[in-house]
T-cell receptor
Framework: DTAVSQTPKYLVTQMGNDKSIKCEQN?????MYWYKQDSKKFLKIMFS???????INETVPNRFSPKSPDKAHLNLHINSLELGDSAVYFC????????????????FGPGTRLLVL | GENVEQHPSTLSVQEGDSAVIKCTYS??????FPWYKQELGKRPQLIID?????GEKKDQRIAVTLNKTAKHFSLHITETQPEDSAVYFC????????????FGTGTRLQVTL
């Protein structure tokens, strides 16, 4: 019955490896997001997709590539992992249609804790 | 881009006291003002939000006030309880198809017995 789910929950890997994080939402939302939360708890948006179309693409190294196979899924692939990529990555979703406040609410997944050694 | 500052960065109150966290933003186009709560090891969750055409909103023990002229909004928690202990983030932005929220630096609230 989970609204926004992510896999894996934990990811420990070596520098230089390539890894993917998967995200799925069963809320029927049109918009999905990826955020990065560093060790100081700063929460920064990386990407946003609306109906499988890239809407927001912040200044993120091109080693990070989001992929949205359908509007319920937004995956994040990271190439050539670096030590500085260690963080918690949160996926989120929202209805994404201007209107009532409830449509703006972003629902976050449980997070994926990535540790690059 | 939007510059967002939160004050204070840490706040310790005794149970039953009130807590106020202030968020200052720079983008005058921002029209949506949410507050998120993140408990230790958990995901951020929305606790209250308002739009720019509303000056204040209250939901039980929490309230948000907005001063659009001065570009700041505040979270007010009354009768604090230990379960209010968490990191609180403001995230002003523009409502729309893909709301781009800029999260503040967070305020760690500790409610002591």
């Amino acid at each position: 019955d989970t609204a926004v789910s992510q896999t894996p929950k934990y990811l420990v890997t070596q520098m230089g490896n390539d890894k993917s994080i998967k995200c799925e939402q069963n809320l029927g939302h049109d918009t999905m997001y990826w955020y990065k939360q560093d060790s100081k708890k700063f929460l920064k948006i990386m990407f946003s997709y609306n109906n499988k179309e890239l809407i927001i693409n912040e200044t993120v190294p091109n080693r990070f590539s989001p992929k949205s196979p359908d509007k319920a899924h937004l995956n994040l692939h990271i190439n050539s992992l670096e030590l500085g990529d260690s963080a918690v990555y949160f996926c989120a979703s929202s209805q994404g249609v201007a209107g009532g406040l409830e449509e703006e609410t972003q629902y976050f997944g449980p997070g994926t804790r990535l540790l690059v050694l | 881009g939007e510059n967002v500052e939160q004050h204070p960065s840490t706040l310790s109150v005794q149970e039953g006291d009130s807590a106020v966290i202030k968020c200052t933003y720079s983008d005058s186009a921002s029209n949506y003002f949410p507050w998120y709560k993140q408990e230790l090891g958990k995901r951020p969750q929305l606790i209250i939000d308002i739009r720019s055409n509303v000056g204040e909103k209250k939901d039980q023990r929490i309230a948000v006030t907005l001063n659009k002229t001065a570009k700041h909004f505040s979270l007010h928690i009354t009768e604090t309880q230990p379960e209010d202990s968490a990191v609180y983030f403001c995230a002003p932005g523009q409502a729309g198809t893909a709301s781009k929220l800029t999260f503040g630096t967070g305020t760690r609230l500790q409610v002591t017995l």
